[in-house]
């Protein structure tokens, strides 16, 4: 399973550098990060989706409705920068394909992140998926 896994990322990177023109400035270090942080929220975002849901349960702060892991999107670049888990009801559930994330300073003393949940994974062309609401966020250890 390990060896399968290095490999997927191997391939992944090196048709990700064969792809990025020369003006680009990436280094190597961010397509791995890029590829490794994707294929892990594909992998375990049903064992994780379970994770959060039992940590909730735990807390008794469980939800009624419908919840998956998503990948996190920032804004203009498409690379995955993590995960998130939205909850709200089926069909937007199943509608949904990642959370987008929007930062900016308020005031120079603040910084805000927005997390919203979209049904595409191309973080130029998507849509708002009303009525679902992000409900945890899982960061990644690279």
């Not at 990642?98 to 005031?107: G, R, S, T």
Request: charged share 15%.
């Amino acid at each position: 399973m390990k060896k399968r896994i290095i490999i997927s990322l191997l391939t992944f990177c090196l048709l990700s550098a064969a792809a990025i023109p020369a003006t680009q400035a990436f280094n190597i270090g961010d397509i791995l990060k890029v590829g490794g942080v994707a294929i892990l929220v594909d992998r375990f975002a049903g064992p994780l989706n379970n994770f959060i849901n039992t940590l909730t349960a735990k807390h008794n702060a469980s939800s009624s409705y419908a919840t998956k892991v998503v990948p996190i999107l920032t804004l203009g670049s498409g690379g995955y920068v993590g995960a998130a888990q939205i909850t709200g009801p089926q069909e937007l559930v199943d509608k949904t394909q990642a959370a987008i994330q929007v930062e900016a300073d308020f005031n120079s003393q603040l910084r805000v992140k927005a997390l919203i949940p979209i049904d595409s994974k191309n973080p130029v062309n998507f849509s708002r998926v009303q009525g679902v609401g992000v409900s945890a966020m899982i960061d990644i250890r690279i």
